[in-house]
């Protein structure tokens, strides 16, 4: 039996109208600053008129195409974090931690506003595809949103997120499909004091803001739970090891694939994580895998040419929710 790998980066949750990185900024900014004064998310704003330095002043969305993308804004905060570090005098630590809140809650209220609650793209593509055969995929995605979750749930499917690791027959027993989401997810919270990720139905990120929300672990009941919503540039440096897991669950899956199919991913190179990643799990075993790639940009289809050779099939066009 075929065993398919799925992966979908970006450009499929773009395709129900999600942001895209390069975008992201400005529309969060026309939804909770023109639109409506969000007055939880201004100090982000407060940051980027601060990030070079002496006040740029901020008048209108536009002005946000100058900035690095919101995924580097997200990085470089998270890396101040990380490394016990402040920004300036005017973003000590204690206001990193409440830019990172906002932050993170920014992501989920512009993913919220701009994604359908269902019956999208995802919900013909996922219906399609567990169709298709007798073997169940395995999806991995590279987005925080919860639509693929959501469209799967909706066919039916329990979800294995893989904290535990990947136990095939386990899995099989359960009819689970696993869902190795390696960035983190909206609807996961993490508990510094067991250290256990608890997954819920719905979007959970922006409630976690540092101490007083409402959430407890259902494990060990800790309180100030953490949203994960992470960079894969700094995984490693979150050391936590329900997210390794997952990262080990994703490798094994491709290691085991006979296809694998890349959706909506433009595979940057400063990915290094990911790509190193793939192409590790792809050599343990090296067999002739198919491996395909839908991914509308001529640019990002050139790079995969770069990445995994002619052998690899390439659809230069957009994810329309087609079955590959
Ligand atoms: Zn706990």
Not at 1 to 22: C, H, N
Not at 90 to 105: D, G
Not at 169 to 195: E, M, Q, T, V
Request: hydrophobic residues 35%; contains cysteine; neutral net charge.
């Amino acid at each position: 039996m075929v065993k398919t790998v799925y992966i979908l980066g970006a450009g499929a949750s773009a395709a129900e109208g999600a942001p895209v990185v390069r975008n992201f900024l400005r529309v969060a900014y026309r939804y909770f600053k023109e639109e409506r004064n969000e007055t939880d998310l201004d100090i982000v704003w407060d940051f980027l008129e601060h990030f070079y330095g002496q006040r740029t002043k901020i008048s209108s969305g536009e002005d946000l195409d100058r900035y690095p993308g919101i995924d580097e804004i997200f990085n470089i905060v998270d890396w101040y974090l990380l490394h016990n570090q402040a920004f300036s005098r005017r973003f000590s630590r204690p206001r990193l931690f409440h830019l990172k809140n906002a932050l993170v809650k920014l992501i989920s209220m512009t993913l919220d506003r701009s994604l359908p609650p269902q019956e999208g793209i995802h919900h013909s593509f996922v219906t399609g595809v567990l169709g298709k055969g007798k073997e169940p995929p395995t999806f991995i995605s590279l987005n925080y949103d919860i639509v693929l979750d959501k469209a799967l749930r909706g066919a039916g499917y329990a979800l294995e997120y893989g904290f535990y690791g990947s136990h095939g027959d386990h899995l099989a027993s359960r009819k689970k499909i696993p869902l190795y989401k390696l960035h983190g997810s909206l609807n996961w919270s993490f508990c510094p004091l067991c250290g256990e990720i608890s997954e819920h139905e719905e979007k959970v990120a922006h409630l976690l803001f540092g101490s007083g929300n409402n959430i407890t672990c259902p494990y060990c009941g800790g309180e100030n739970s953490q949203a994960i919503i992470i960079a894969p540039t700094l995984y490693k440096s979150y050391k936590i090891s329900r997210l390794q897991n997952i990262w080990d669950g994703a490798v094994g899956a491709i290691s085991h694939s006979d296809r694998l199919v890349i959706i909506g991913y433009s595979l940057e190179a400063a990915d290094t994580s990911f790509i190193a990643t793939i192409k590790r799990a792809l050599n343990a075993p090296d067999k002739n895998r198919e491996i395909v790639v839908v991914n509308p940009n001529e640019r990002a289809c050139k790079r995969y040419l770069q990445i995994f050779g002619e052998g690899c099939e390439i659809h230069c066009t957009g994810f329309t929710g087609q079955v590959i």
